[in-house]
């Protein structure tokens, strides 16, 4: 193990990144598995990607505000597609997702297929650069994170019915992908609440954000100090704390 890896001007921004994500998906999370729609994170980020690559492939600078706007306005119409297939065909919602996802995905390949760098930009899209993230992006997280959270607690969140959450959800998703990429979107979003389902209301928000900031400390800590990419090992300690964390509720519910 390498213990001078443990760089935490590096490591820190990293961290701050990880738990402004955990602030929003962790209650959009405990939304989605009670809606039973597994899946929509996946979904609605890989169309946010989808339009970062558009903005990309038609020669807008990287980073920039015209990439954002694509980004989101990308994530706005999934979301407003979405809402209007629950409506109407709300059955099937959970394959239209999946359908959703693959053709996004496959939309990227193709915007991608003639650029010599794309297979770096999709494992980027899909892993992220979470090591790498700037005061910039953390200060448009925080600020966005904030907003959201104080939306979702007003009341004209809710009369917006279907549409505000997708929408909530869809700006949450877009501000997070690009630092974090799709595997820790969806993690963020489904493994806390997932784990917690045993507990409700504040306990089981607080029980959540304490697993998922210990998953991305220790998993940003283990890929530092084994030379190993940050986004696949934060998976993988989110779900490890989330299984011995879940085991301990059901024991003491037991």
């Known amino acids: 193990m390498n213990w001078e890896a443990l760089d935490w001007s590096i490591l820190g921004p990293a961290l701050a990144a990880g738990l402004l994500v955990l602030a929003t998906h962790v209650p959009l999370g405990i939304q989605v598995l009670k809606r039973g729609i597994v899946f929509i994170d996946l979904a609605i980020a890989q169309i946010a990607g989808l339009g970062v690559i558009a903005a990309h492939a038609a020669g807008l600078s990287p980073g920039g505000v015209a990439v954002q706007l694509a980004a989101v306005s990308a994530a706005l119409l999934g979301a407003l597609l979405l809402t209007w297939t629950e409506r109407h065909v709300g059955e099937q ?28 930009h999709l494992r980027e899209l899909l892993v992220g650069q979470i090591l790498w993230v700037t005061p910039a992006q953390l200060g448009w997280l925080a600020l966005i994170s904030v907003l959201l959270l104080l939306a979702m607690r007003m009341p004209a969140m809710a009369r917006l019915g279907r549409f505000g959450f997708y929408g909530a959800f869809a700006i949450a998703v877009t501000a997070s992908v690009q630092l974090v990429g799709v595997y820790l979107v969806f993690s963020s979003l489904i493994i806390p609440a997932l784990a917690t389902r045993a507990l409700a209301g504040r306990a089981r928000l607080l029980a959540g954000y304490w697993l998922g900031a210990i998953g991305y400390l220790t998993g940003l800590a283990l890929s530092a100090l084994l030379d190993l990419p940050s986004g696949a090992v934060i998976v993988w300690t989110l779900a490890f704390v989330a299984l011995v964390t879940s085991m301990l509720l059901h024991r003491r519910a037991a």
């Open 93 to 120: 919602q959970e394959a239209l997702i999946g359908v959703l996802f693959i053709l996004a995905a496959c939309a990227g390949v193709l915007l991608l297929a003639g650029n010599p760098h794309g297979g770096e």
